[in-house]
């Protein structure tokens, strides 16, 4: 089989970056394909363009430029705009950009996919002016467009990271709404020393609720009980309870977040055994620390193999470069031993804090199985009522709802909703089965996959 490089790397985040220009250095031929019209993933994303301009978005966010910079390298061909829709042993990758389907093969493919926001389903979630959080953050960096009097409802880090950008551009929010418990808090205090390892993460994010407090952002903690509800000129009112105390915040944006997960749809779709991980309450692939899949020749590597955030997606990406490196002679197993100890410790730290955070701010149960009223599926729109009821009619499955419901059968395929169906089948009794995706991993047009099938034929 004729190969396009030595390694095909898909997704251009923190981890794809990395490992590009550490495999690219060694002599490696790299094809990069990232579906955003440039590099820097949801973290970096823009970074290349906007630089320094948007000072509001932190030093961490420039930080992310050197990576962008370093895949001008002459072994690496980066496609951007591609849209990646089936892995198949060979191991080779089909992908498709401005309607044409392409077909490349590589010994090595390394999926830097990266992670999705875990849905936040309630009444009223599906509104006008209620959006995740880190699709703010999507606007800010890409159109600079900043939310207005909004308010950030949930818990996380993100949510501070957002509302001290929100400080700095001149719009501060209009009150946070936190989820998180002095009871969670208690809960993760015994993973706060390991936490200590990454201090200066712990130190920034006190440095954003030190700023929210500055500004005299009002905050609700201990909250529950989501509504949201148009009002007669167009915004929102959202209802919550804080206390025991009901209360009501009328605003034009609410912007909403419950943590990330990893973006498996990929992953399963190659055929990667998964685990179930019960702090994080989602599937991540089962991968070694090199980043190695029970998969031969797929490796995964950055947020899409487990949350660890940008410096621990960087590590993760350099190792699984240096192990890939190692597998095609180009490295000795001594050298990919020492050069990875850097990663190794960067790794360590960085990893450090998530045991803490992920106890301290994990999802509340009525976001993980949302009352009846609340839309599951949004493509379908199909309730968690609708789900119920299947499951009580004798669904006990994934694929039964799947069937009785159409949940998870529109345009997303399943990307939003399925760990809200899993949640209400878990509240049901169910246990989690390891989750299946089927090629095509994004819609395409069924002409453009005749052509693909047309061109094969005409190859062979």
Request: hydrophobic residues 45%; glycine residues 10%; contains cysteine.
């Amino acid at each position: 089989m004729m190969h396009d490089a030595d390694v095909i790397i898909v997704g251009a985040g923190p981890a794809g970056m990395a490992a590009a220009a550490t495999a690219a250095r060694a002599g490696a031929q790299v094809l990069l394909l990232d579906e955003q019209p440039r590099a820097g993933g949801q973290i970096f994303r823009n970074v290349g363009v906007n630089g320094d301009a948007r000072t509001y978005l932190g030093k961490d966010y420039v930080a992310g430029k050197p990576l962008v910079d370093a895949l001008d390298h002459p072994n690496i061909t980066a496609e951007y705009g591609a849209t990646v829709w089936r892995i198949e042993a060979g191991p080779r990758v089909i992908w498709s950009r401005e309607g044409e389907s392409r077909m490349s093969c590589a010994p090595h493919i390394l999926l830097a996919g990266g992670a999705q926001e875990r849905p936040v389903p309630f009444p009223g979630w599906t509104l006008p002016g209620v959006m995740p959080a880190g699709a703010t953050q999507i606007l800010m960096k890409t159109a600079g467009l900043l939310p207005r009097d909004a308010v950030l409802a949930g818990s996380g880090p993100l949510l501070y990271l957002i509302a001290a950008q929100m400080i700095d551009a001149g719009a501060p929010p209009r009150a946070l709404v936190e989820t998180q418990t002095i009871a969670s808090m208690l809960r993760a205090a015994p993973q706060l020393p390991r936490a200590l390892l990454a201090a200066r993460m712990l130190i920034k994010g006190l440095g954003f609720i030190r700023k929210i407090r500055a500004a005299g952002v009002a905050r609700y903690t201990g909250a529950s009980g989501f509504r949201a509800a148009m009002t007669e000129d167009g915004g929102i009112a959202f209802s919550f309870l804080a206390k025991g105390k009901a209360h009501q915040l009328n605003t034009p944006i609410l912007l909403t977040h419950q943590g990330v997960v990893p973006a498996t749809h990929m992953s399963r779709a190659a055929g990667i055994v998964h685990s179930w991980t019960d702090v994080q309450r989602a599937f991540q692939p089962a991968v070694d620390t090199w980043g190695r899949t029970d998969v031969p020749g797929i490796h995964v590597a950055g947020d899409g193999a487990g949350i660890g955030g940008a410096e621990a997606a960087q590590a993760a990406g350099r190792l699984a470069a240096l192990d890939i490196l190692h597998l095609q002679g180009l490295l000795s197993e001594d050298a990919r031993n020492q050069k990875s100890a850097p990663d190794r410790a960067m790794l360590r730290r960085a990893l450090a804090i998530r045991p803490f955070l992920d106890t301290a701010y994990a999802p509340l149960a009525e976001f993980l199985s949302p009352p009846d009223a609340a839309i599951a599926c949004r493509c379908e729109e199909v309730t968690a009522g609708d789900i119920r009821q299947s499951i009580q009619e004798g669904a006990n499955g994934l694929r039964q709802v799947k069937t009785a419901t159409r949940a998870g059968m529109g345009p997303c395929q399943g990307r939003m909703c399925d760990l809200t169906v899993r949640g209400i089948l878990s509240s049901c009794g169910a246990k989690p089965a390891t989750p299946r995706a089927r090629s095509p991993i994004k819609p395409i047009r069924l002409g453009e996959l005749a052509a693909l099938a047309t061109q094969q034929e005409t190859s062979a």
